[in-house]
């Protein structure tokens, strides 16, 4: 994927990523050419490794880290659609026509994502309470996360969206300032697994 992020100011990143619903993900990205590291979330415990022109810039890691990694990963089956189907244990419910939540359990952390459609179904946009600290006021809590999808296309034979725009406080009057990840996704691999 491509696109920018907000670190202080919008700056461009490009990164490649690995995603298992059921268990975790790796997110590898360079910044501006400045930045590079990895978010990640694998069998429960999550963490953040970034440097600065090789210097030491964001290591975190922890309790808070791992739920708030948990609630990302389910936010990103997105990219995975097959992933959050009812023999998984994922739960649906329908609130309207256009508007679905899918309630997802990743070990301790269950996350439930409402989902608004358009007329033929694609997911255009997702909310849901991400465990977090977005403020950076050192007091970890629950806070509305999610954003703005399009660009709907089918790689490696998943219909997805492929371009958005994601952030803390999404439906409240603080979206302007929360919103820090702006996507295009480039090419998915989807790889079959057992079972």
Not at 98 to 107: C, F, K, S, V
Not at 152 to 159: A, P
Request: charged share 20%.
């Amino acid at each position: 994927m491509r696109g920018h992020i907000k670190v202080g100011r919008w700056l461009p990143f490009h990164a490649e990523q690995t995603l298992s619903p059921h268990r975790g993900f790796l997110w590898n990205a360079r910044v501006a050419r400045l930045i590079t590291g990895s978010d990640r979330y694998v069998d429960g415990a999550g963490a953040m490794e970034w440097t600065l022109l090789g210097l030491p810039l964001v290591r975190a890691a922890g309790p808070d880290v791992s739920r708030s990694a948990a609630g990302r990963l389910a936010g990103e089956t997105i990219w995975l659609p097959t992933a959050l189907l009812p023999r998984t244990g994922t739960r649906w419910t329908a609130e309207s026509p256009d508007q679905i939540t899918a309630t997802h359990h990743l070990g301790a952390t269950t996350t439930e994502m409402t989902y608004q459609l358009d007329a033929l179904g694609h997911i255009t946009a997702l909310a849901f309470d991400r465990w977090g600290d977005p403020d950076s006021t050192g007091t970890w809590g629950w806070h509305r996360f999610g954003g703005d999808l399009s660009d709907h296309r089918t790689l490696g034979g998943l219909t997805i969206p492929t371009t958005g725009r994601i952030g803390w406080h999404y439906g409240t009057t603080r979206w302007d300032v929360g919103e820090f990840f702006r996507f295009r996704v480039t090419s998915l691999d989807p790889v079959p697994t057992a079972g």
